[in-house]
Each structure stands twice: as structure tokens, then as C-alpha cells.
């Protein structure tokens, strides 16, 4: 009896085993995030360059479902102690500070302009501190970065996500990321923050986004060349700020090889490879919340100054431009100094 009961205990396991429901396949709609995650990336930082938003439109490769998520690279350059350019960087293992950032979902308006906000989503990330200086394997040029064991790098990629749940999406739409530093974004912090006059500055003015030369799924639009950008410097943009300046929309030229790195997919867990450097949701904000519809709304923060708080955010991709300082000349060469993504990148 003993034997037969455990005969039909181990038929039934099989069965349930057989019947048990197989994971939920990852499929990607778009992807612009390179797999694995590289150590670090080009980036824009937004403190650096003046930005309020950030993004591009995309196509989307197959028909969205009930969970939709959107991943966005970052590159963390900010230091526990001091900062990335003065050579001593110090972060412990692991060491992360939190900040919000938030993903806007616009669709396509005439003539590829930013059209009606579909979605809202604010959520606080923790973000790593970039690691500490390596004096041994990281000297001369490379003096200051930190080593990933192959290579020097001065900032730290990884991955932040958003979970959108079942919005319905349209088959084309226009992706903004944004978030606030000390004078920028569209609520700037402000210098009465205790790490503004900290040695190391303030970590979210040395936080990036990251930028990736094409996608693997989907397309990107109106052209691989194109991205969507809110910064107050007129010679930023391609048509020298004539669409104007403080307001997010397309900016025409100049971003080849340097593509907002986005993705967007469906159904189970991001499957970037390099989960190390990937850095899970925390907490969800109150405010705004996480679905918002209604009309677009690019109204510009004001900004309370220029500069850095001695953070050291990232630097411009601009051969004739100060990495350290980011000093602009007042007269760049047009579509030759473009654009605010480091060339110091690794």
C-alpha cells in the first residue's frame, strides 16, 4: 500500500508538474539598450547641458500587451567622495543614493512635433555611485576612472524600469525622461541642498542618460539622426534654437550614433544580460501618478543659475568643448560640436 500510495503521489506531481504554467517569454517591441549592459556609455547629463527632458520616437515591433515596461540606460558618474574629475574618486561597494525620475509617453503630432501626453510615471530609483579611482590600472589619460577589469571608465552604466501596466500604446510615439539637479529639469532642486556645498556636490548633478548607436527591434524616428531634447542653450540644437528653446520637441540632426537608450517589451522580467549593473524599482511616488492622461503640458522650470555644484556632471560631445568645466565657445562649429554625450564615455 505503501509503495502504491507513493506510485500515485509521484503521478500526480508529474501531472501537476506537466500542467504548471511555463514563465511568461520576454518579447522586446523595441530595444535600444546594448546586450549586456556595457560597463558605462555615452551619456547626457542633463545638470551639464542644461536639460530639462530627453528622448526619441520610436516604432514599435509587434502590438503591445498587458504589461508593458519600459527600461532606460543611465550612467552614473557621482562619487561618495570628491568627484570623478579631480582624480580621487571614492565610493564604497554598492554604495547608492535615491532619486525620481519620470517617463513621459507622448503620441506623434504633425510633422513629427510632440504630440498629447498619453502617460505619466514617476518613480525613485536608487542609483549607484560610480567606483572608486583605480591609481594602478587606470593611469596617464585614464588617471581618475575606475576599472572594470578589461577597461577605464569614468561613469557606471545600469538599467532603471518602468512598469506601465496595460496602457495602450500606439504603434509610433514619442519617449521624454526627465528628471531634476540643481539648476535644471522642470523643478530645479535648488543650491539649499546639503550636498551642494559638499566636496563631492550633489550625485543626481553627475547622473546621465545613456545613448546607444541604433536599435536592435523596432525602428527609430523621424531619422537615425533625430532626437527630442529641452535644453535652455539655443547652439545645443540643430537649427540653433530658431523652433525655440525650453520646450521639449524634435531636434533634427546631429545625434547619429548617440540614440536615446531605450527599450520597451512585454510579459516577464528584463532579460539584459548583465543584471549587476541592473538597478530594480524602489518605492513608487505619490505624486504624480503612475497613469496620467491629458494634454501635453512642456512648460520649462526656470533655472536659478548656471554651473555645477562641484559633482562633476557629465561631460559634452564636443571636441571643442572643456570636459572638466564645460565652457562652450560662443561660436561652435554647427553639427561638428554636437552634442552633450561625453566622448570620454568609458
Known amino acids: 500500500m505503501k509503495l502504491g500510495g507513493l506510485a500515485i503521489g509521484l503521478s500526480l506531481f508529474i501531472v501537476l508538474i ?8 520576454t518579447i522586446s517591441l523595441y530595444n535600444n539598450i546594448p546586450d549586456p549592459v556595457p560597463s558605462n556609455v555615452a551619456s547626457l547629463g542633463f545638470e551639464a547641458t542644461e ?43 554598492g554604495a547608492s543614493f535615491k532619486h525620481p525620475v519620470t517617463l513621459k509617453i507622448y503620441k506623434v503630432g504633425p510633422n513629427n512635433s510632440v504630440g498629447n501626453l ?11 555611485y560610480r567606483p572608486s579611482a583605480d591609481s594602478i590600472n587606470c593611469t596617464g589619460a585614464d588617471s581618475g576612472k575606475w576599472f572594470d577589469g578589461a577597461s577605464c ?23 521624454g525622461i526627465s528628471y531634476n539637479t540643481t539648476h535644471y ?24 542618460v545613456g545613448t546607444n548607436p541604433a536599435p536592435s527591434t523596432g525602428s527609430y524616428l523621424p531619422s537615425a539622426d533625430d532626437a527630442y531634447w529641452n535644453t535652455y542653450v539655443p547652439n545645443y540644437y540643430a537649427d540653433s534654437g530658431l523652433g525655440g528653446v525650453g520646450a ?6 546631429g545625434w547619429t550614433g548617440y540614440l536615446p537608450a531605450i527599450r520597451v517589451y512585454v510579459n516577464g522580467p528584463d532579460p539584459l544580460k548583465n543584471h549587476s549593473n541592473q538597478i530594480e524599482n524602489n518605492s513608487v511616488k505619490a505624486d504624480p501618478p503612475a497613469s496620467y492622461q491629458g494634454n501635453n503640458s512642456n512648460s ?7 554651473g555645477n555644484s562641484g559633482g562633476g556632471p557629465g561631460t559634452i560631445i564636443n571636441p571643442v568643448v572643456n570636459p572638466i568645466t564645460n565652457i562652450i565657445p560662443d561660436k561652435p562649429v554647427k553639427h561638428t560640436y554636437k552634442k552633450v554625450v561625453n566622448t570620454l564615455n568609458n
Open 248 to 253: 521639449f520637441r524634435l531636434d533634427s540632426g
Open 153 to 175: 571608465n569614468n561613469g557606471k552604466a545600469f538599467t532603471i524600469r518602468f512598469n506601465l501596466g496595460g496602457v495602450d500604446l500606439p504603434d509610433k510615439f514619442i519617449v
Open 300 to 306: 520649462a522650470g526656470s533655472s536659478s543659475g548656471q
Open 51 to 93: 536639460t530639462q527632458e530627453f528622448g526619441s520616437q520610436v516604432s514599435l515591433d509587434g502590438t503591445p500587451g498587458a504589461d508593458v515596461k519600459v527600461a532606460v540606460l543611465m550612467s552614473s558618474w557621482a562619487c561618495q567622495k570628491s568627484t570623478w574629475d579631480t582624480g580621487d574618486c571614492e565610493s564604497a561597494l
Open 18 to 25: 506537466a500542467s504548471a504554467p511555463a514563465s511568461a517569454a
Open 185 to 208: 529639469g522642470y523643478k530645479p532642486i535648488g543650491t539649499s541642498a546639503d550636498c551642494y556645498g559638499s566636496l563631492h556636490g550633489c550625485p543626481y548633478d553627475s547622473l546621465n
Open 118 to 128: 498619453v502617460i505619466k510615471h514617476t518613480r525613485e530609483f536608487s542609483m549607484p
